[in-house]
Structure formats: structure tokens, C-alpha cells
Nanobody, 121 residues
Framework: VQLQASGGGLVQAGDSLRLSCAPSGRTFTSYSMAWFRQAPGKEREFVAG????????DYAGSVKGRFTISRDNAKNTVYLQMNSLKPEDTAVYFC???????????????WGQGTLVTVSS
């Protein structure tokens, strides 16, 4: 089982970027999904999470109002739309899945490999 994250890159402050996470090996439509990130020299932190149906979402305070998590269960894919990016958003972003919600309160059962987002000033 793998969670394949993609969409990272180098952007300038104020730009937008959309990350995608597509699981392989199983269907995650009944799982809560989330994005975490880890900046250089820092611990991994929660960014955003969504319930299995997408009806409930949860955001870290630092990204609320700028980032939007969504999911398309027909495509078995979860997205993270990142707007008004700041240099402090620079990090490796990971997607994660778990049957429980909110994911920010648990250790997710499944993790994907990261995708690097670099925001220049």
C-alpha cells in the first residue's frame, strides 16, 4: 500500500500550488486523509485533514484561510490547494491516511512519501 504524493516544486512567495495524493494498492474512500509537513530542522507537523466523505475538515492555524484540503473519492485522490504561499511554508509535504478522525489527534496508519515545496521570498 502506497500513498503517492505529487505536485511539489519551487515557487515564489504569494504563488499557489496544488498537491495531490493518490493511494495505490487499496481504496481509501473510507479513510480520513491528511497532509503533514516537515521543514528542515523541525518536527513533522499537521497541516490539514478531511473526513472520509469530505464533509469535515481541519486545519492548522498557520494555514487556515490559505490552504484547502479536498478529496475526490471517485478518483481516490486527495488534494491540498495552497494559496498565498510564504517562505515559512517551505517543507516536505506528506499525505497520510487513517480510519479515525480527526487525524491530527492520532498517529496515522498509512504514510506516503513526501513531495518538496520550496517557497522563495
Amino acid at each position: 500500500v502506497q500513498l503517492q504524493a505529487s505536485g511539489g516544486g519551487l515557487v515564489q512567495a504569494g504563488d499557489s500550488l496544488r498537491l495531490s495524493c493518490a493511494p495505490s494498492g487499496r481504496t481509501f474512500t473510507s479513510y480520513s486523509m491528511a497532509w503533514f509537513r516537515q521543514a528542515p530542522g523541525k518536527e513533522r507537523e499537521f497541516v490539514a485533514g478531511t473526513s472520509w466523505g469530505g464533509g469535515r475538515t481541519d486545519y492548522a492555524g498557520s494555514v487556515k484561510g490559505r490552504f484547502t484540503i479536498s478529496r475526490d473519492n471517485a478518483k481516490n485522490t486527495v488534494y491540498l490547494q495552497m494559496n498565498s504561499l510564504k517562505p515559512e511554508d517551505t517543507a516536505v509535504y506528506f499525505c497520510a491516511a487513517d480510519r479515525r478522525y480527526p487525524i491530527r489527534t492520532v498517529q496515522p496508519s498509512y504514510w506516503g512519501q513526501g513531495t518538496l515545496v520550496t517557497v522563495s521570498s
